[in-house]
């Protein structure tokens, strides 16, 4: 009796545990990419950069931006304009007005910078599953 029990309750476990990660294994990733320059900066204990999750959505891209002014900032869902190696995004940021970013994007980098800006060129690098934390400056 005690032996059937145990076989039930080792089966219904068992199924309790496969049935999250057989949904979790089909649910299709919408994560495109994530760019980042965001760097550890020692000497001031700031964090600073850029960072971009690209998404593909139904009708086109939409980029989750983030900023790093000495920590991060909240991010800002906006659409993304992707035509071929061309990437194009309007960032409605809080304490600014509007800025355009126009540039490159390969499966590595995104590459480009602010029309609206100073001209500072901006490179961004795809950040794989396994990096964690932020490099130094």
Known sequence: MIDRWFRRLAAAAALGCAAPLSVAAEAPRKTVAVYSNVCFHA??????????????????????????????????????????????????????????????????????????????RITLTRQHEEEHGFPNC
Do not use: C, W
């Open 43 to 120: 000497q001031s204990g700031d964090i600073l950069g850029e960072r971009v999750f690209l998404f593909r959505v139904r009708d086109g891209f939409q980029v989750l931006f983030q900023e790093a002014i000495g920590e991060m900032q909240l991010p800002i869902l906006e659409k993304a304009l992707v035509s071929g190696d061309q990437i194009r995004v309007e960032l409605h940021r809080r304490s600014e007005g509007p800025s355009i970013f126009v540039g490159s994007i390969t499966p590595e980098t995104i590459t480009g910078s602010y029309l609206n800006g100073d001209g500072r």
